[in-house]
């Protein structure tokens, strides 16, 4: 196994979960984290690889197209809370 070092404040932290019970041990709360964090990072890997995939297939749009989508969304909903508002009145 190899050792880690913490900076102080998270082996408190890490040693605080352990004693209020919420891990097992330090080693656990670290491989716990470790494995998220993999996962979280494997996860935004693959999206990347769906976009890439995407692209390459000329599936893409601009980005002053994507822009467009995005303030229509937006006005839309701004329409919508407006209308909300007026009818709560």
């Known amino acids: ?3 880690i070092t913490l900076p102080p404040d998270l082996l408190a932290w890490a040693r605080a979960e ?4 919420r ?3 330090v080693e ?6 470790l ?3 993999r996962a979280e990072i494997e996860y935004v890997r693959g999206k990347l690889d769906e976009a890439r995939a995407s692209l390459a297939r ?4 601009s980005l002053d197209d994507a822009f467009k989508q995005i303030d229509s969304w937006i ?3 701004e329409a919508a809370a407006k209308a909300l508002l007026s009818a709560a009145e």
């Open 58 to 61: 000329g599936e893409g749009v």
């Open 23 to 25: 891990a097992e041990s």
């Open 35 to 37: 494995q998220e964090r």
């Open 18 to 21: 352990v004693a209020a019970g």
């Open 75 to 77: 006005a839309a909903d």
């Open 1 to 3: 196994m190899t050792a």
């Open 28 to 33: 656990a709360l670290v491989a716990q984290a």
